[in-house]
């Protein structure tokens, strides 16, 4: 899982002074960083893949129209986020559905209440995960192949705000004004995603039975 890029760090700037003069390296590099992400995002909102696949293109293409009007007062990858929940949105009321981002309820089948407090912190973390962080979880290959495919079968918000968080190492903030939600929302989806994350993981990292 990535860290997400310093806003007007050195290598965002000259990143971003690439984009603008047209450097194609430097397109592909932010191609590749974000695609995964990207779609996954936008299936948030959109549950068919092609029209998800849609709204990444066309993110990708008004990225490319509007990087050199781009002045940098959020990060570039928060930018491109952004942009591309406009368009899932829009592409999503034409097709008569909505995500709610709304979080009800604590104890919702799925949660784990006696992990899951009511502030979104946890009561008792997994065991297997006990000092050990999610970067060093999915430093291998296997394993950061079965994290995204944990994420990939969460529910749409949770998937679109582990997505920014712990895959693209958004912060609180950004993520609240790309979702248009509530710090506190944001909290418990997070945390809903994550424990069914970490579930998941766990099912992996536990010795086979005796």
């Not at 990225?63 to 990858?77: D, T």
Request: hydrophobic residues 40%; contains cysteine; glycine residues 10%.
């Amino acid at each position: 899982m990535t860290g997400g890029g310093q806003k007007g760090s050195t290598s965002e700037r000259t990143l971003i002074d690439a984009l603008k003069r047209g450097d194609e390296a430097a397109f592909r590099q932010l191609f590749a960083s974000l695609q995964p992400s990207m779609l996954a995002f936008a299936r948030s909102f959109l549950r068919d893949r092609t029209l998800a696949e849609e709204a990444v293109q066309d993110t990708w293409l008004a990225l490319i129209a509007g990087i050199g009007q781009f002045e940098g007062r959020a990060s570039l990858k928060t930018w491109s986020f952004s942009v591309l929940a406009n368009i899932a949105r829009s592409k999503a009321r034409r097709e008569g559905r909505t995500v709610s981002f709304t979080a009800m309820g604590y104890n919702e089948p799925g949660v784990d209440a006696d992990r899951f407090s009511g502030d979104g912190s946890w009561l008792s973390p997994p065991g297997q995960w006990s000092g050990i962080n999610p970067e060093r979880i999915v430093g291998g290959r296997q394993m950061l192949a079965h994290a995204m495919a944990a994420v990939e079968s969460l529910p749409d918000n949770q998937r679109a705000v582990v997505t920014l968080r712990d895959i693209e190492g958004l912060g609180a903030a950004e993520t609240c004004a790309i979702l248009g939600l509530s710090d506190a929302n944001q909290r418990i989806l997070l945390h809903r995603g994550r424990t069914r994350v970490r579930a998941a993981l766990e099912q992996v990292l536990s010795p086979p039975a005796a």
